[in-house]
């Protein structure tokens, strides 16, 4: 078992930036990826950004290349996600998951999630 939990969300002007965190503890040597997710009230979840635990390849949506930014901290078991340029369009809660599969895109493909923590943006 893996457990997840979200920091960083809240209310942000449109223009400015933010930084969610996740903290892994449990079984985390069985995490291939660490991918962050957001859901929009009536939208369907969405991928973000993902990151591999041990290699730290870095995977974005398209739409939001360049606005964002996933590390990772080993020695904290830490996965960072910072968000720049912020529109209203990015309110949202934003899930991480964990995931020993290699299709990052997918949020079918984590069983480990967060509890989500709101991003709101105010234009």
């Known amino acids: 078992q893996v457990q997840l939990v979200e920091s960083g969300g809240g209310l942000v002007q449109a223009g400015g930036s933010l930084r969610l965190s996740c903290a892994a503890s449990?079984?985390?040597?069985?995490?291939?990826?660490v991918g962050w997710f957001r859901q929009a009230p009536g939208k369907e979840r969405e991928f973000v950004a993902a990151i591999t635990w041990s290699a730290g390849f870095k995977y974005y949506q398209d739409a939001l290349l360049g606005r964002l930014t996933i590390s990772r901290d080993g020695a904290e078991n830490t996965v960072y996600l910072q968000m720049r340029s912020v529109k209203p369009e990015d309110t949202a809660v934003y899930y991480c998951?964990?995931?020993?599969?290699?299709?990052?895109?997918?949020?079918?493909?984590?069983?480990?999630w967060g509890q989500g923590t709101q991003v709101t943006v105010s234009s």
């Open positions: 449990g079984h985390i040597a069985g995490i291939y990826v």
């Open positions: 998951a964990a995931t020993d599969s290699a299709a990052y895109k997918n949020h079918y493909s984590y069983p480990y």
